[in-house]
């Protein structure tokens, strides 16, 4: 149980483009998602949270007209990614928390790679 | 406000031979740790956790972790390390009414060598 994906795994975008990123947790209600990004060799960087319903809650420094994070149902958050030029290319995680999961515990999507040239 | 650090961001060691992570938090407040796995190109697996109770957490794979509260630490130890071990590891935390949201350390490579 408690399996998240995302879609694309990986994708090659031209810059000035756009692209969306969906993130589903397949055998669960997730209230709440989170998105992050990952830099090779560093650590997860959390970018946003997203609660069913309503906007989402972006951390200092991220653009949110760039990053535009919809959490439409309690099974699917998309992040979609503006513009996208090529300093965006990076490892994109979700990870999503239900209320009737073991507490304080996120489950993590495979991620998506994202190359913008 | 909570940080995570590891302290070692890359630990080798030889097949069969004892492996400890590092995990040191800081915060002013109760908190709740967690260790993760990443394999390369693939999101992150739950291994341990420590919400309360026995300060000593059994995972998978003949990982534990023990949770010092007097050193702020949450080290993960295994006494003999595989190659599958091979892998990113990282330790996280979070604490009551944050809503799951987790601080992660820099992540730690185990590098198993035969």
């Known amino acids: 149980g408690a399996v998240v994906s995302q879609h694309p795994s990986r994708v090659i975008c031209k810059s000035g483009t756009s692209v969306k990123i969906e993130c589903r947790s397949l055998d669960f209600q997730a209230t709440t998602m989170f998105w992050y990004r990952q830099f090779p060799k560093q650590s997860l960087m959390l970018m946003a949270t997203s609660n069913e319903g309503s906007k989402a809650t972006y951390e200092q420094g991220v653009e949110k007209d760039k990053f535009l994070i919809n959490h439409a149902s309690l099974t699917l958050s998309t992040l979609t990614v503006t513009s996208a030029h090529p300093e965006d290319s990076s490892f994109y995680i979700c990870?999503?928390?239900?209320?009737?999961?073991?507490?304080?515990?996120?489950?993590f999507g495979p991620g998506t790679r994202l190359t913008v040239t | 406000a909570q940080s995570v650090t590891q302290l070692d961001s890359q630990v080798p060691v030889f097949e069969e031979a004892p492996v400890e992570l590092r995990c040191n938090y800081s915060s002013s407040v109760s908190v709740y740790l967690f260790w993760y796995v990443q394999y390369p190109n693939q999101g992150l697996q739950l291994l341990l956790k420590y919400l309360s109770g026995s300060t000593l957490v059994k995972g998978i794979n003949g990982f534990e972790a023990e949770f010092k509260k007097s050193e702020t630490s949450f080290h993960r130890t295994k006494p003999s390390a595989h190659m599958s071990d091979a892998a990113e590891y990282f330790c996280a935390v979070t604490f009551p009414n944050a809503g799951n949201m987790l601080t992660f350390g820099g992540g730690t490579r185990l590098m198993v060598k035969p």
């Open positions: 990870s999503a928390t239900t209320p009737s999961g073991f507490a304080y515990e996120q489950y």
